[in-house]
């Protein structure tokens, strides 16, 4: 992976486990990250690399959110790269006690804070010298209907729909937009939600009997926004170790 001083990229959710691997490996490449999290989520302990910006958003507010884009336009000249990664997790819950609420909690988050901050970053990725690019990160619980996770599973399912037209709608400019879905990776996070035996019975499903971690699905992020990476788009692209291959 070649330099790319001169982008600057945008990563929401960046405090998380997978954030902070996804803004770790594309300050290292050298592409400048606008790191963006929830007011009181940013890290005290964060890696200290010249090219990263810690900033408070969140991307359900779509007042901060433009106010935020502005600023990180007005700072760095303009915006190349959007990394949606900001999601709500799930716990188990029966679809019978799933609420209208709870539904649309989900679907705010997942779904349409990654449309806002799509909307807002708009104008500077279409002007990008360098190819805007889009990677909105997904779920394999699309795939395999992940039980006691209706709510979480349908607004991860709706990103994935969202990046398909989103694809067709921004390729005249030359934006690509694609889904990066990891595996049932081990960060704080899914922890909170999922047992060691859960991890250990995903990976033996998987082709590669190894662990994914959270640098395996950064390199598969920054391939997609790579030169490389030019003329894909439109893909829901899995880093899980071939557990499900479709």
């Known amino acids: 992976m070649t330099s790319h001083s001169e982008r600057t990229a945008i990563v929401t959710g960046a405090a998380g486990g997978l954030g902070r691997a996804l803004v770790t490996k594309l300050a290292r490449v050298g592409i400048h990250v606008m ?3 929830r007011v009181g989520k940013i890290p005290r302990d964060v890696d200290v690399l010249p090219n990263v910006h810690w900033i408070e958003c969140d991307v359900t507010d779509g007042a901060a959110v433009e106010t935020t884009i502005q600023h990180i336009a007005d700072l760095r000249g303009g915006i190349d790269i959007l990394v949606n990664n900001a999601g709500l997790l799930s716990g188990h ?3 019978e006690v799933i609420d209208a609420q709870e539904m649309r909690q989900y679907f705010e988050v997942n779904a349409v804070g990654p449309l806002l901050m799509v909307q807002s970053c708009l104008p500077y990725l279409r002007d990008s010298t360098h190819r805007g690019r889009i990677v909105n990160v997904a779920s394999r619980t699309f795939f395999t209907g992940a039980p006691g996770r209706l709510a979480y599973v ?5 990103l ?3 990046t398909r037209v989103m694809a067709n709608e921004l390729g005249e400019h030359g934006i690509t937009v694609n889904a990066a879905i990891p595996s049932q990776i081990a960060t704080p996070g899914t922890r909170e939600h999922s047992s060691e035996e859960s991890f250990s019975s995903t990976m033996q499903r998987q082709a590669l009997k190894e662990f994914v971690t959270p640098e395996d699905f950064a390199g598969l992020v920054a391939f997609l926004v790579s ?3 030019r003329m894909v788009t439109g893909q829901s692209i899995v880093c899980d170790g071939g557990a499900v291959m479709r």
């Open 35 to 37: 790191a963006l999290d």
């Open 93 to 95: 819950r029966p679809l």
């Open 154 to 158: 349908a607004s991860k399912g709706a």
């Open 160 to 162: 994935i729909g969202m």
């Open 227 to 229: 030169p490389e990476a």
